[in-house]
């Protein structure tokens, strides 16, 4: 068994062209271009067990060999996956069930008849690798850059497969990462948290694949740190599969949860005060709002007006044309696997960065509360848009850790604001103006919230 370390990387046809060219990979390109025609059939049964098990079989023609591999989902987060993988070199073209013993089978399919085991989809393709090396301080640093152009074929189906596919052979798992981000600079790439295996289901079954990441367990006793860590990868790691799969169907939904994504990672960042000094996150900050900027008032007029969601789709090939939104998430996930925030901090900020969540949280909560004024918009109900910022910072914690605080009625409390802070974005009028007064108010009485702020 090895252990698989990768990032993948949606890329055109175009831009497979200016990798292959690339002066970074040039430099460091030490074999050469090497070029292999993969053959791939992918085994599961008619129930797709292996699948809801997360591994992934498959039979591989590379040449005159045939490999059998077995993979495992293992961790992915934010394109940065992890996956522990088994191959066996074989005769012939002919799956052999003897090599999937107990020291790789997963326990859960430990009764599963390997007999019913049968093809299920192909994924054949063209690729040209290269060994990429280069020093990084005191350390060497290997990585295996594969550029794969082909198709996924499910019956007559089929989906095109081009991507950059950047492996770990030597070295840490940030100099993946940095390598990709120094590409993302020049180049539109994509992070792309979806295997070839995952894209064969996903034409096989359109509901096979998942939209969202386990959500992360975060604990009143946890340092604010590592809370803030797990929420947002999960946050970012949701953003990347929400944008690849409407790119994929186009649903209009889709783009509408891609964006509250963005907008709950800026609220989560814009909450911490000294835990993560402004210079820490200034290029971060500035790369997220420009992003929200250019597609909240598109989802907005989209809501009422049928042509914006039907212009969204090329809106957002157009989008992912440019270099903008995989330098914002391979930069984002670098900057969260450095811990960057935490560098240069004061002696406060790592005070506060220390904390247990279950204590700086209803601090934060209390702050906002009270500065959010909302007796005032029961009488001004034309200005409650100037407090979404607040509004979010409030929504976050409440939607992702309200099961640390110690309050009664959070989800009551967390619904409840999440409806005055939609009617703050709904064009003016006598009723929404009305619905602000009234919703303000029953905010305002919630017990939950007359705790928060005493």
């Given at each position: 068994?090895?252990?698989?370390?990768?990032?993948?990387?949606?890329?055109?046809?175009?831009?497979?062209?200016?990798?292959?060219?690339?002066?970074?990979?040039?430099?460091?390109?030490?074999?050469?271009?090497?070029?292999?025609?993969?053959?791939?059939?992918?085994?599961?049964?008619?129930?797709?067990?292996?699948?809801?098990?997360?591994?992934?079989?498959?039979?591989?023609?590379?040449?005159?060999?045939?490999?059998?591999?077995?993979?495992?989902?293992?961790?992915?987060?934010?394109?940065?996956?992890?996956?522990?993988?088994?191959?066996?070199?074989?005769?012939?073209?002919?799956?052999?069930?003897?090599?999937?013993?107990?020291?790789?089978?997963?326990?859960?399919?430990?009764?599963?008849?390997?007999?019913?085991?049968?093809?299920?989809?192909?994924?054949?393709?063209?690729?040209?690798?290269?060994?990429?090396?280069?020093?990084?301080?005191?350390?060497?640093?290997?990585?295996?850059?594969?550029?794969?152009?082909?198709?996924?074929?499910?019956?007559?189906?089929?989906?095109?497969?081009?991507e950059l596919e950047l492996e770990l052979r030597?070295?840490?798992?940030?100099?993946?990462?940095?390598?990709?981000?120094?590409?993302?600079?020049?180049?539109?790439?994509?992070?792309?948290?979806?295997?070839?295996?995952?894209?064969?289901?996903?034409?096989?079954?359109?509901?096979?694949?998942?939209?969202?990441?386990?959500?992360?367990?975060?604990?009143?006793?946890?340092?604010?740190?590592?809370?803030?860590?797990?929420?947002?990868?999960?946050?970012?790691?949701?953003?990347?599969?929400?944008?690849?799969?409407?790119?994929?169907?186009?649903?209009?939904?889709?783009?509408?949860?891609?964006?509250?994504?963005?907008?709950?990672?800026?609220?989560?960042?814009?909450?911490?005060?000294?835990?993560?000094?402004?210079?820490?996150?200034?290029?971060?900050?500035?790369?997220?709002?420009?992003?929200?900027?250019?597609?909240?008032?598109?989802?907005?007029?989209?809501?009422?007006?049928?042509?914006?969601?039907?212009?969204?789709?090329?809106?957002?090939?157009?989008?992912?044309?440019?270099?903008r939104w995989g330098l914002f998430s391979l930069?984002?996930?670098?900057?969260?696997?450095?811990?960057?925030?935490?560098?240069?901090?004061?002696?406060?900020?790592?005070?506060?960065?220390?904390?247990?969540?279950?204590?700086?949280?209803?601090?934060?909560?209390?702050?906002?509360?009270?500065?959010?004024?909302?007796?005032?918009?029961?009488?001004?109900?034309?200005?409650?848009?100037?407090?979404?910022?607040?509004?979010?910072?409030?929504?976050?914690?409440?939607?992702?850790?309200?099961?640390?605080?110690?309050?009664?009625?959070?989800?009551?409390?967390?619904?409840?604001?999440?409806?005055?802070?939609?009617?703050?974005?709904?064009?003016?009028?006598?009723?929404?103006l009305d619905a602000r007064v009234d919703q303000?108010?029953?905010?305002?009485?919630?017990?939950?919230?007359?705790?928060?702020?005493?």
């Amino acid at each position: 068994m090895q252990k698989e370390t990768e990032i993948k990387l949606r890329a055109s046809r175009e831009t497979l062209l200016a990798l292959r060219e690339h002066p970074l990979l040039k430099k460091r390109n030490k074999s050469g271009w090497q070029r292999h025609e993969l053959f791939n059939q992918y085994y599961d049964t008619p129930e797709r067990e292996l699948a809801q098990a997360k591994v992934a079989l498959r039979l591989r023609r590379d040449g005159e060999q045939f490999i059998q591999t077995l993979k495992s989902r293992g961790q992915s987060v934010a394109g940065l996956s992890e996956r522990n993988e088994w191959d066996w070199y074989l005769d012939k073209a002919k799956l052999d069930v003897k090599k999937l013993a107990d020291d790789c089978w997963p326990a859960s399919l430990a009764e599963l008849d390997k007999k019913t085991l049968k093809p299920i989809f192909t994924t054949d393709f063209v690729r040209e690798k290269a060994e990429i090396a280069w020093g990084r301080g005191k350390s060497k640093v290997v990585i295996e850059a594969a550029l794969d152009l082909g198709k996924v074929v499910v019956g007559k189906r089929s989906e095109e497969i081009c991507e950059l596919e950047l492996e770990l052979r030597q070295g840490e798992p940030e100099a993946l990462l940095e390598l990709a981000t120094e590409l993302a600079a020049d180049l539109p790439l994509m992070p792309c948290d979806i295997s070839k295996a995952e894209r064969g289901y996903r034409l096989y079954d359109a509901d096979s694949y998942s939209l969202s990441l386990p959500a992360p367990q975060v604990e009143a006793g946890m340092p604010l740190d590592d809370a803030f860590a797990a929420l947002a990868w999960f946050l970012l790691g949701n953003s990347q599969r929400l944008a690849e799969q409407y790119r994929y169907n186009g649903h209009w939904k889709l783009l509408g949860e891609w964006l509250q994504q963005l907008i709950e990672l800026r609220a989560l960042l814009g909450s911490l005060g000294q835990a993560a000094p402004r210079a820490s996150s200034r290029k971060l900050r500035e790369r997220l709002d420009a992003l929200i900027q250019d597609w909240r008032p598109r989802l907005e007029a989209g809501q009422d007006d049928e042509s914006v969601r039907q212009a969204a789709p090329a809106d957002f090939a157009a989008e992912l044309a440019q270099p903008r939104w995989g330098l914002f998430s391979l930069s984002a996930s670098l900057w969260l696997l450095q811990r960057a925030w935490t560098a240069e901090r004061n002696n406060r900020g790592n005070r506060q960065g220390a904390a247990e969540l279950g204590s700086w949280l209803p601090r934060l909560l209390a702050e906002e509360a009270q500065a959010l004024q909302l007796p005032r918009y029961q009488h001004q109900p034309e200005d409650l848009a100037e407090q979404r910022p607040r509004m979010e910072r409030l929504l976050v914690w409440l939607h992702l850790a309200r099961a640390t605080l110690e309050l009664p009625e959070t989800d009551r409390l967390y619904g409840e604001l999440a409806k005055l802070y939609a009617l703050s974005s709904q064009p003016l009028g006598d009723e929404v103006l009305d619905a602000r007064v009234d919703q303000a108010h029953r905010v305002w009485t919630l017990k939950p919230w007359k705790l928060l702020m005493k």
